[in-house]
């Protein structure tokens, strides 16, 4: 299933493991031009579109996550899901800035709290990678920088309610943040006794693997809370020999890996695909966990999959796979206690 053309550009991979993450990240490709150069598209046919949507979210994508895609393939699962189209100008009856109602969840600021037990605190707005079909890519990030004292603020709202046992690094993506500042988080919540687990939602691992270094490793594994880290991967072509062995290392510090993916079209909307991710996902040690049916953002119609579709694709996967290699079909519903399961057999 997934595409090993000798198209692919292999050879800067080994470039990349002698930069620091930071290097990577701030030598992304962040232009309509270098990203159609980068991949060998006609700018004639692509680069009016791709200006529009950047214009809308603009473009960003590091060079680990370029080097796995197809040279000259536009249909490119991994560049289906950063570059802009045409489409993305476009208005769509439903399709919404904010389908989550998140700006109404916030209980101070940097910190979401939806549900009971666990609360998401935007550590950074900042992504690594900006994905077209992004539900937050409208969300105000910079009403949620957080100062030393709104940083005191989160600390007490946690620590005054007994309800919260665990805890979410949410973002954008809180592995853009400096380790410095990742460890001074991790050890403030880690004194409040009633909190039990650090989770972190974080797609960096895949598109910057590097990103998992000596000083990542040293408060990750010092940490007494125990420690979840849930991916952002929507097709096998994502997981490659460097990210392998990035996961790996976040493993070996005793962190649960799991994953989470959106349902796409043109990414991963085909059961075969799907299948294969889930088995990429168990040999790097991740556990699929769930699968989000496409939320109606403003921007990303096209990448549109009916809940219909979706719940087919999973009973296909039910059939194909061990149960606990099949994700839950999830969707988020504004003001429900949690995520709710889409009933496939409805
Ligand atoms: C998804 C989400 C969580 C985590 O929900 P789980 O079902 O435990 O993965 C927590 N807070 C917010 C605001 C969320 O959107
Ligand atoms: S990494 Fe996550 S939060 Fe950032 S743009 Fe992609 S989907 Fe959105």
Redesign the pocket.
Known sequence: MIQRTPARIEARQSDNDERSWQQLLAGSVTTPEALLERLGLDPAQWLAGAEQGHRLFPIRVPEPYLSRMTRGNPADPLLRQVLPLAEEGQAAAGFVADP?Q?AG?TATTGL????RS???LMVTGQCAINCRYCFRRHFPYEDHRLSPADREQVVRTLAQDTRINEV?FSGGDPLVASDRLLAAWAEAIGNIPHIRRLRIHTRLPVVIPQRVCDTLEAWLSATRLQTVI?LHINHPAELDQVTRRALRRLSACGATLLNQSVVLRGVNDNAGVLCELSEALFEAGVLP??LHAFDPVAGAHHFDVSDDEARSLVRTMLGDLPGFLVPRLVR?TPGKA??TPLDLFA
């Open positions: 989550l998140e969840a979401i709290r939806k549900y666990r609360a998401l979410i849930v966990y769930y988020e949690g995520k």
